[in-house]
Nanobody, 119 residues
């Protein structure tokens, strides 16, 4: 089992910045990727950024050049630095940890953190 806790959401003006943190506990040795997803009202949940156990990263086209996903080894978190925020970045942001054990893939989700960007 893996337990996920997100933090760092809030209200920010357009053009501002926020940093989200994702802390994983439990069977973290089995995690092979951590991703940040978001879901806006009336829309499907979408991948924002992800980082693999080998530190390969990928981003949604809509956030490339503005968001950065990284590991903070001191805090044992995976962070999402969000710069130049836009109104359309408003959503609930979820951290996902993906693990694989005995050939079976498992997805673990946090409770989500609200990001609101005012225009």
């Amino acid at each position: 089992q893996v337990h996920i806790v997100e933090s760092g959401g809030g209200l920010v003006q357009a053009g501002g910045s926020l940093r989200l943190s994702c802390a994983a506990s439990g069977s973290t040795f089995s995690i092979n990727a951590i991703g940040w997803y978001r879901q806006a009202p009336g829309k499907q949940r979408e991948l924002v950024a992800a980082i693999s156990s080998g530190d390969t990263t990928n981003y949604a086209d809509s956030v490339k050049g503005r968001f950065t996903i990284s590991r903070d080894n001191a805090k044992n978190t995976v962070d999402l630095q969000m710069n130049s925020l836009k109104f359309e970045d408003t959503a609930v942001y979820y951290c996902n940890a993906r693990s694989k054990r005995l050939g079976v893939q498992y997805d673990y989700w946090g409770q989500g953190t609200q990001v609101t960007v005012s225009s």
